[in-house]
């Protein structure tokens, strides 16, 4: 099975702007969530796709969205970028099955800086 | 909250030392635990899971973890390391009421294996 991909792997965008990142997951996994990695923060949930609907969401202000297709692909906006912004974005696409043996595989990630 | 702790934030060994990487979380209820590993340049790879059963769980490349409920923690160890062990490796953990897919994670360690 094709691991996890995200495009792109790297991004400059200035201050002020927005930007979209993508992400598909493995062939039959429905959940997808997205962290935000920094050297001081470490890595941060952002939020949970399942079946289009968003199911979790961590504490990022609004400026942070995201959306998921039929296919399970997800996509993450942020808008009105800031310098903190500057990251690196994983994505982990999870086999979450009923008995709660949810077992996340993360992307390489999405490099973002913001001059 | 949930939160994650590892107790040292730089490991600095030499081959074939053992290591032990601390991990304690708080959270009341059920919880699946996880660690991963970033190798330079890498994604993050899951290097083993608790789900329930035998508290002391193997991994990939000669890992291994117990699970010590009564103190919420989930230390990694591995009896002698190679250079080739020299990456961040993080703790997580997910809940299972109500946020599969969400991890939460530590902040990291940081591990160097001198040859």
């Known amino acids: 099975k094709a691991g996890v991909t995200q495009t792109p792997r790297y991004l400059i965008k200035t201050r002020g702007q927005q930007v979209t990142l993508s992400c598909s997951p493995i062939?039959?996994?429905?959940?997808v969530s997205w962290y935000q990695q920094t050297p001081g923060q470490g890595l941060q949930f952002l939020f949970e796709y399942f079946s289009e609907t968003q199911r979790n969401k961590g504490n990022f202000p609004g400026r942070f969205s995201g959306r998921q297709f039929s296919n399970s692909r997800s996509e993450m906006n942020v808008s009105t970028l800031e310098l903190g912004d500057s990251a690196l974005y994983l994505c982990a696409s999870s086999n979450s099955d009923t008995s709660g043996r949810t077992e996340s595989f993360f992307g390489p990630g999405t490099r973002l800086t913001v001059l | 909250a949930q939160s994650v702790s590892q107790h040292n934030h730089h490991v600095i060994l030499s081959e074939a030392a053992s290591l032990e990487l601390g991990c304690n979380y708080s959270?009341?209820?059920?919880?699946?635990l996880f660690w991963y590993v970033q190798y330079p340049g890498q994604h993050l790879q899951l290097l083993l899971k608790?789900?329930?059963?035998?508290?002391l769980v193997k991994g990939i490349k000669g890992f291994e973890a117990e699970f010590i409920k009564s103190k919420f923690s989930f230390n990694l160890r591995k009896p002698s390391v190679q250079w080739s062990d020299t990456a961040e490796y993080f703790c997580a953990v997910n809940a299972l009421r109500g946020s599969q897919g969400n991890l939460i994670f530590g902040k990291g360690t940081k591990l160097s294996v001198k040859p």
């Open positions: 062939s039959g996994h429905r959940s």
């Open positions: 608790y789900f329930s059963g035998d508290p």
């Open positions: 959270y009341g209820g059920t919880v699946n």
